[in-house]
């Protein structure tokens, strides 16, 4: 009678410690997010339409999580300690399917939206109150070496499943179509859209597809080295053809 006694009381006694453990765990976060994190939420509240409280952002929102997970992976990181600040990182990914390398430098205000497939590489520089939806990547293009992901200034979006790849620079406040791969630097202020990016609004004024296209710009001098280096080929053949045989 006494020992089935003492079990039910240490199960219950576990099962409240239990319970008060977790919320000293749930306030603490709540603190944490709160004191550090206060940029991150009031961006969420101002451009997450679905947000209803702070509350709900700390605990359920996967980008705030994966950001803080970030913020500790990167202080391991750049105490070398390359090895647990990729841990942190990877345990980080596997819970909210958000892939942030340690390496990279972020700004205040970053907002990611659903989160889910965003991937953010080693050498990536990101301003402040940046928005990232799902299945973004901000990559590299697998053949640069050194810094090999892309700058992007302040108040920069990039739309679901964009890919900006290469050390290139994203301007302030340029938009990023869904979908879209970016290969080239764009000017602040522009939108870019498709497969290559084409830029579709600069400084507020709509750019006509049949307008200059700024990523790919004609470089004069180079297309008059072309044509040079052409009538020098074409003059060294039919000199070649007018040598005597011997
Ligand atoms: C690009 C975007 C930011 C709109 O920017 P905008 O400057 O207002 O552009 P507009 O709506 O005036 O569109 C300009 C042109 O780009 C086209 N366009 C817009 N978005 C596009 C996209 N993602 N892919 C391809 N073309 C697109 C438009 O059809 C229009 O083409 P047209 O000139 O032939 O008519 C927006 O369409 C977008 O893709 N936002 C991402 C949002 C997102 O990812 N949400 C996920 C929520 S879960």
Redesign the pocket.
């Known amino acids: 009678m006494g020992i089935p006694f003492f079990l039910l009381f240490l199960g219950l006694a576990g099962i409240v410690v239990g319970f008060i453990l977790i919320l000293f765990l749930v306030i603490l976060k709540i603190i944490v997010y709160k004191i550090f994190f206060r940029h991150e939420i009031r961006a969420t509240l101002e451009r997450d339409p679905a947000a209803t409280g702070s509350l709900v952002i700390i605990l359920t929102y996967p980008g705030i999580s994966a950001f803080f997970s970030y913020r500790i992976a990167h202080i391991f990181y750049r105490l070398k300690l390359h090895f647990i600040a990729r841990v942190i990182s990877q345990w980080s990914r596997l819970f909210t399917g958000i892939e942030i390398h340690p390496g990279a430098q972020i700004g205040k205000g970053l907002f990611i ?2 989160g889910m497939g965003v991937v953010i590489g080693e050498t990536t520089i990101i301003g402040e109150n940046v928005t990232l ?2 299945g973004v990547t901000l990559g590299g293009t697998g053949k640069e070496k050194g810094k090999r992901h892309p700058t992007l200034g302040n108040n920069v ?1 990039v ?2 499943g964009a890919k900006v790849l290469g050390n290139i620079v994203l301007g302030d406040n340029v ?1 990023v ?4 791969v970016v290969i080239h630097d764009v000017p602040a202020n522009s ?1 870019v ?2 497969v290559p990016g084409r830029i ?2 600069r400084e507020g004024q ?1 750019v006509d ?1 049949g307008d200059v296209d700024y990523c790919n710009l004609p470089d004069p001098l180079n297309q008059t080295l072309d044509k040079i280096e052409q009538e020098i080929q074409k003059i060294e053949d039919e000199l070649k053809d007018k040598k005597p045989k011997s």
């Open positions: 939206d659903h939806f799902q979006v739309g679901a938009s179509g869904a979908n879209a939108t859209v498709g579709t609004r709509r597809k």
